[in-house]
């Protein structure tokens, strides 16, 4: 998350655009939270909304899933931490969860008057950082800024080069007050952030020393970037796609290496998730086992290779281990749907900073398979108990390695490593993909490691960087029409003045009307969406000036309060719904209709047209639509069995935006991958 | 002002014996709690969006139940919505013929379906009509220029 980064923005340049939701007066905090509110519900999205409010809290709320994503969508970083009912019509709850995990890395709540066991399990699998039951309490909803907190801070210390100091803050850190007190949590709050916050900065300067630049533009992955992506990786070839070339071949201005990898990965988790099919809810189940556990589910899921890829070598339960948990949980669910458990359960053992980004499951996976590639034939110091794990389960342990911080981590990747080389992987996904995080991960290694694990990690990062292309399933010719949409350019950066300057030079031309124009008209319209387009520069955990947000918030609300009644239309100020965004919707719902070609797409899209009418975008939206329609009927052509595709593609194109910040927290700026000895 | 006093009271006892019968729960009251002079028709609103709402529902549930081949996880997630926005505003009785009804959903019980149905449309009658009951008073009390009494 940017949490620190913003953090580093803030303090270092002084810029006060975006101001850190924890850096408000500790009086404040943790008022102005922005939550989004899903539910279906007429009667509880008000009580809920309500009960925000009481709290102090900035609240959205909208009556469908599909308006709420397309408002996350829309406002990246306008938000902080989303509510949503477990059953709702148009769309799962879950699936929503998902989406959001996958896309914007947001905290999900989920809630529901059902309390039985499996559909908390569920919500538990699918990353939700906590599970309501309705009737929804408003002393269980004072709480909630604890999961932004706790988020922030798992994706803080990803960044640490000190992982001990890291545990400890985190530790400190984890133990946000639940009492219902509210004032006696604030003020405690106030205390563990000062100390949060110096460790923010400790980390800020840890990585500026590092890396060559801290504040790194967030690259939005539009339609036509990501296309030109794909060719490119075509033209390599999937296996032999390697962020470098790839850039090359791309040759985008601004585009930086780690953009292009950490994007690789994605699309790997991508490309693996569509091959592979299956879902095992017991293997979720292990990520909140122990270690014992989490190996027999491991075992059960063999011959699932991508699943056995996004898991990889989280064996060993490492001290922090609930502390995976919970990321787990959530990364689990961002990284892979249901259908990678074992990446779930790999996440949870192998490394103390969970991931909890989206493509921390991906990451893995990239990482897992590149450790196998580099360290074939490099003797390593493998637990045999890990190596036996391993071999309980068909799939590729190296995954385990690159989110491991320490010694037992590096021993596993090692171990891992060498399991994998034995066994068949899909070398390619690991690699591009893994790449930044390996080497953020083998950039971190504390001091403390041993010499030869921590060469080991070095050189896997560097290998990896230079191997492999992507797992099969090459999807090329299927996201032409995904690019055809206009596409979010937006390469958001962590202030707001970056944002102007540098979202233009990077829009393609193609992008036209597209939501760039929507967003720049966002910003630059004082009506109920600037409070997002504020939001849009500032990563996205980080709150605009509370009181400059005040007018917008209730802007917010009024646009949220007219979610509910999208359905009736003439609402003014609607959000302009971005073409991916409904083309994305409508596979949902094709996905969610099976493949009843057009029809579902209609159905969203004439919705969209009642909602959207009144936008201040006018022009736009008829563009839009114009061009929504275009792609859904090209999308429903693609349905048989490839909806899923179209779907994880937006998704991933989503993600990218959100995966930006990533890559510097990783701290690849100015790491040079290609210049490790291999 | 007697005459205030006298609705107060009114209102107030009118207000414990539709907690102690079980009518209202715990979590209207906490509704009432969320009202303020920011929000002071906070409890109306949210009642009124309950009885628009429960409406309909009640009139899908008759409808899927009438079916000739019941669709039970239709009538299931209806249940289910029902329960959920009961047991939000604190109509507890309504709640409970609903977890009752969610029981013979899963069994595909018609005949304990259509029971309980009309067991929680009879309930949701009822607790409509003390609401209502309440609001009135609520009214009478303001007219004659008091103010409502805050049960705690």
Redesign the interface.
């Known amino acids: 998350m940017n949490l620190g980064v913003g953090s580093v923005v803030k303090t270092m340049s002084g810029a006060s655009c975006s101001v850190s939701w924890k850096s408000n007066d500790n009086n404040q905090f943790p008022a102005g939270l922005r939550v989004l509110v899903v539910d279906d519900d007429p009667t509880c999205l008000r009580i809920l909304e309500k009960m925000l409010r009481n709290c102090h809290y900035e609240v959205t709320k909208s009556n469908r899933a599909e308006i709420a994503l397309s408002l996350l969508r829309e406002n990246r970083n306008g938000f902080d931490i989303v509510i949503s009912d477990v059953h709702m019509p148009d769309m799962d709850g879950f699936k929503l969860l998902e989406h959001v995990g996958l896309e914007m890395d947001l905290p999900v709540i989920m809630m529901s008057a059902d309390d039985s066991k499996d559909v908390v399990m569920k919500g538990v699998t699918h990353g939700a950082c906590d599970y309501l039951i309705k009737p929804v309490r408003i002393e269980a909803l004072k709480n909630i800024w604890q999961h932004v907190i706790r988020k922030k801070k798992h994706e803080r210390k990803d960044k640490d080069f000190d992982q001990s100091a890291t545990a400890e803050e985190g530790d400190r850190q984890q133990k946000p007050p639940e009492d219902l007190d509210y004032s006696s949590s604030a003020n405690e709050g106030g205390n563990w952030k000062s100390s949060k916050r110096r460790k923010e900065e400790e980390d800020e300067t840890e990585e500026r020393d590092d890396s060559s630049s801290l504040k790194k533009p967030r690259v939005v992955w539009s339609v036509e970037l990501h296309q030109q992506f794909v060719q490119a990786v075509n033209q390599l070839g999937i296996d032999k796609a390697v962020p470098k070339k790839i850039l090359e071949l791309m040759n985008v201005p601004g585009l930086t290496r780690e953009n292009v990898a950490s994007h690789l990965q994605k699309y790997r988790l991508y490309l693996r998730r569509l091959s592979g099919v299956s879902q095992h809810p017991s293997g979720l189940n292990n990520s909140f086992m122990g270690h014992p556990e989490a190996t027999y589910g491991m075992s059960s899921f063999n011959g699932l290779e991508l699943q056995a890829l996004a898991a990889t070598g989280q064996l060993p339960a490492q001290s922090l281990a609930t502390l995976q948990a919970a990321a787990l949980g959530r990364s689990a669910t961002k990284g892979a749907t249901i259908s990678m458990p074992l990446v779930d359960q790999r996440n949870l053992f192998s490394f103390e900073n969970p991931k909890l980004r989206f493509p921390e499951g991906q990451q893995q996976l990239n990482n897992s398979n590149k450790q196998i590639n580099l360290l074939h034939g490099i003797p390593t110091t493998m637990e045999p108990k890990q190596l036996a794990d391993l071999h309980q389960s068909s799939h590729s342990p190296s995954f385990v390695a690159m989110n491991m911080q320490g010694n037992s981590r590096v021993q596993q990747n090692n171990a891992l490593l060498m399991h994998m080389s034995q066994q068949q992987q899909q070398p390619s996904r690991a690699q591009m993909l893994n790449e930044t995080n390996n080497v953020s991960q083998v950039s971190r290694p504390p001091l403390s490691m041993s010499q030869q694990p921590l060469s080991s990690n070095g050189i896997p990062g560097a290998v990896l960087s230079r191997s492999g292309g992507i797992v099969a399933n090459v999807r090329g010719p299927v996201y032409s029409p995904v690019s055809q949409a206009s596409p979010m350019v937006d390469f958001s950066l962590n202030q707001n003045t970056e944002l102007q300057n540098n979202s233009f030079p990077l829009v393609s031309s193609n992008s036209g009307m597209s939501t760039m124009t929507s967003k720049r008209m966002l910003q630059e319209e004082v009506n109920s969406d600037i409070k997002r387009s504020r939001g849009f520069p500032s990563g996205y955990n980080m709150f605009d000036e509370l009181h400059q947000q005040k007018s917008q918030d209730w802007g917010l609300s009024s646009v949220g309060s007219t979610f509910d009644a999208s359905h009736h239309s003439t609402i003014p100020g609607t959000l302009d719904i971005s073409p991916s965004m409904l083309v994305q919707q409508g596979i949902s719902s094709m996905k969610r209709n099976g493949q009843n070609g057009i029809s579902p797409i209609s159905d969203a899209f004439s919705s969209r047209e009642e909602s959207g009418n009144v936008n201040p975008m006018g022009g736009n939206l008829l563009t839009v639509k114009a061009e929504q329609l275009h792609d859904a009927s090209y999308q429903s052509s693609f349905f048989p069995g490839q909806f899923g595709q179209d779907d994880l593609m937006s998704a991933l194109l989503k993600q990218q935006e959100s995966v930006g910040p990533v890559e510097t927290e990783f701290g690849f700026d100015g790491y040079a991958l290609d210049n490790l000895p291999v | 002002m007697e005459i205030v006093g006298k609705l107060q009271n009114q209102f107030m006892e009118f207000m414990r014996s539709l907690y102690r019968e079980g009518f209202l729960d715990y ?1 209207f009251l ?2 009432q ?2 009202q ?1 002079e920011s ?1 002071p028709d ?1 409890v109306v ?2 009642v009124s ?2 009885f ?2 429960s409406e309909k529902l009640l009139n899908n549930l008759a409808m899927a139940l009438q079916q000739q081949v019941v669709d039970y996880k239709q009538v299931d ?1 209806h249940v ?2 029902f ?3 009961s ?4 109509a507890q009785r309504v709640k409970n013929a609903c977890v009752a009804f969610k029981n013979f959903c899963e069994e595909k019980n018609l005949e304990g379906c259509v029971q309980c149905l009309q067991h929680a449309k009879h309930e949701y009658f009822l607790v409509k009509n003390k609401l209502e009951t309440l609001f009135r008073l609520e009214q009478q009390i303001l007219a004659a220029g008091g103010t409502v009494p805050v049960l705690s």
């Open positions: 979590q906490q509704l709690k969320l303020d929000n906070f609103e949210v969006l309950f628009e709402d997630a289910h919505q329960k959920g926005s047991s939000s505003i604190g």
